[in-house]
């Protein structure tokens, strides 16, 4: 089993590519996984913000869903997410959670409406529960397909449009959060317009066995360099985004989160989903933490554990944090005690014993640039 | 001539008189990365042989560097603070991390030499 940390680790349809482009691979979800490639992570994340860069994010967990004969996926999807699934058109994506009746997450993942189906893109680290609980939950509804062999490229960065158009002249015109079936090297894919750097670019689905020639082909681009996983942390924290099993966890709710934006009007009013009261309540009253994003003076680096103190009382502590490239400095999130959430406020990050002074800023730490026509 | 001896926490270390300069080895830098921190220590402070003493951070993760030898600070290198990718850059030449004067000389004995730092790190495979 990939999530049995002892297990032998599985290797995406891109391992052999990863091998020969000089990557340094690591155990990451149960997958030998590429974290950086000769060039180095300040390098891939430079050139994914000013070109292209394509990662292989196989190892996420895809998953098929089609109604059964007098019922609807969207439907069923919903009572175990809380985003406006009945509301996607064909062609149309939303982020959405896997919630808890506490209202904790125990997964973030995209939905696609293709018409027939809803694809859904889960966390490798959190696929095999997640398949569980959609078999369990979804079982009268629906047939739930795990595609877990199929292949998964993100090809991202101000230049990813103009690059995978000379493949397929459609994606051009796909606006941020919408997809498309396309065929690309002879090969049926599904394309999002979509990712997790804050830039343009795009999610290619993939049959398993078209993987490596389509990543090939792309790297073959001259605007296309490979990247690890490495920058794609550091490109995704600039961007404000959750990490999840570190930003967002069981333990969080959506609101103390700052993801009640994926929750349309609809759904906070009519609830229907895990955990609903509790967010409904925590819409009335507040969540009694916030996720901040905080920008520490001076170079030092503050990191997941690191603690946020105000006049020597603990308020709170960094779930990611690391240095951001494209801005030359350190900068991290956390949570932080409601009261003392506020754009503005100064704290002290505890790195290594010793205080760091921080500021509480609005995020994302680098504006994000996504394609909306 | 200055003699450099190395530490199984891939460290480098070369005499001169009784200051030796400290840094990361080439394949230290290797395995970090891209350095993106350097904290080095105070001067005057006084160190013992094991001590954590300074701070290298790559993207990743955040390394301890250890005193190889007891001693007191006598500099620490202030281009880092600007100019942290010199450890990837010339892990040997212009990014040593901070220089010692060593109390006792006998410390260095333990340490290797190229040669068998060379066959230490073919041997981690």
């Known amino acids: ?64 869903l089609t109604a059964k004969p007098g019922h609807d996926a969207a439907r069923a999807l919903e009572a175990i997410v809380p985003g406006d699934i009945l509301g996607l058109e064909p062609g149309q994506q939303r982020y959405t959670l896997l919630t808890t009746e506490q209202a904790g997450i125990t997964d973030d993942l995209m939905v696609t409406s293709t018409g027939d189906h809803l694809l859904l893109v889960v966390n490798a680290a959190c696929k095999h529960a997640d398949l569980a609980h959609l078999q369990q939950s979804l079982a009268a509804s629906c047939e739930v397909e795990a595609m877990f062999a199929r292949g998964l490229l993100a090809l991202q960065g101000p230049q990813a449009a103009a690059v995978l158009a000379r493949f397929a002249p ?52 001259p605007e296309v360099k490979p990247i690890g996983l490495g920058a794609r942390d550091s490109l995704r924290l600039e961007a404000g985004l959750c990490l999840y099993g570190h930003d967002i966890d069981t333990t969080t709710t959506p609101n103390e989160a700052g993801l009640l934006w994926s929750i349309a009007k609809r759904r906070r009013e009519q609830g229907g989903f895990p955990g609903a009261a509790i967010v409904q309540r925590q819409i009335a009253d507040g969540a009694p933490r916030r996720r901040v994003g905080l920008l520490p003076d001076g170079k030092a680096i503050a990191r997941e554990g690191a603690e946020i103190v105000i006049a020597g009382n603990v308020v709170g502590k960094v779930t990611s944090g690391g240095f951001a490239p494209t801005l030359g400095r350190a900068v991290a999130m956390g949570y932080v005690a409601r009261q003392h959430a506020a754009n503005g406020t100064k704290v002290d990050l505890m790195v290594r014993g010793k205080p760091v002074a921080a500021e509480i800023v609005p995020m994302p730490f680098v504006k994000h640039a996504y394609y909306r026509g | 001539m200055a003699s450099v001896k190395y530490t199984e926490e891939h460290e480098w270390i070369r005499l001169e008189g009784d200051v030796a300069t400290i840094g990361i080895t080439d394949y230290a830098q290797q395995q970090l990365g891209d350095v993106v921190f350097v904290e080095v220590p105070q001067v005057g402070r006084k160190v013992d042989k094991g001590e954590a003493v300074a701070v290298v951070e790559s993207v990743k993760a955040a390394s301890d560097i250890f005193a190889p030898v007891s001693g007191e600070v006598v500099e620490g290198n202030p281009a880092l603070a600007d100019s942290p990718g010199d450890v990837n850059a010339e892990p040997m030449g212009k990014g040593w991390f901070f220089k010692l004067r060593i109390a006792d000389k006998a410390q260095l004995e333990g340490l290797m030499d190229e040669a068998a730092y060379d066959t230490f790190v073919k041997n981690l495979g």
């Not at chain 1, 391992?15 to 992570?41: C, K, S």
């Open chain 1, 1 to 64: 089993m990939s999530d049995n940390p002892a297990g032998p680790l599985e290797r995406t349809p891109l391992y052999d590519l990863h091998r020969e482009l000089g990557a340094r691979l690591v155990p990451f979800a149960g997958y030998e996984m590429p974290v950086q490639y000769p060039t180095g992570i300040l390098a891939e994340h430079a050139h994914t913000r000013s070109a292209a860069g394509l990662f292989d994010v196989s190892h996420m967990g895809q998953v098929r």
């Open chain 1, 170 to 221: 459609q994606v051009a015109t796909l606006k941020f959060m919408t997809g498309a079936f396309v065929v690309i090297d002879g090969a049926q894919c599904y394309v999002t317009r979509s990712g997790y750097t804050g830039g343009d670019g795009f999610e290619i689905s993939t049959p398993a066995d078209a993987a490596a020639a389509i990543a090939r082909k792309l790297l073959a681009e």
